[in-house]
């Protein structure tokens, strides 16, 4: 069984960074893409980032992009989302997604994950 648990949220104010965590158990993810995605209150759930865990290719969001840096620690099966320079608009729960994914166009889509963590609130004060 696969799981995912986040780590790493908090209350900051503008500016400030933060670093999220997801660990991941209960197989091997060689071939995997682990992605973050956020929700805030009444708004759809949003890509942030995603990475592919054998080959370490990458994809931010444009509204994250020289912000946010999504990268993975193979040896700890964990995924880091480092958060700098956060904007008031960055407040909501964060969550990780783990599958395999064929294509890399695919990553940013929620629909392509099967597996979820619980999330992680965010909220950065103006």
């Known amino acids: 069984q696969v799981q995912l648990v986040e780590s790493g949220g908090g209350l900051v104010q503008a500016g400030a960074s933060l670093r999220l965590s997801c660990a991941a158990s209960g197989r091997t993810f060689s071939r995997h893409t682990m992605g973050w995605f956020r929700q805030a209150p009444g708004k759809e759930r949003e890509f942030v980032a995603a990475?592919?865990?054998?080959?370490?290719?990458?994809d931010h969001a444009d509204s994250v992009k020289g912000r946010f840096t999504i990268s993975r620690d193979n040896a700890k099966n964990t995924v880091y989302l480092q958060m700098n320079s956060l904007k008031f608009e960055d407040t909501a729960v964060y969550y990780c997604a783990l599958d395999f994914i064929a294509s890399e166009s695919q990553r940013s889509r929620p629909e392509s994950y099967n597996y979820w963590g619980q999330g992680t609130q965010v909220t950065v004060s103006s």
């Open positions: 990475i592919t865990w054998r080959s370490g290719n990458t």
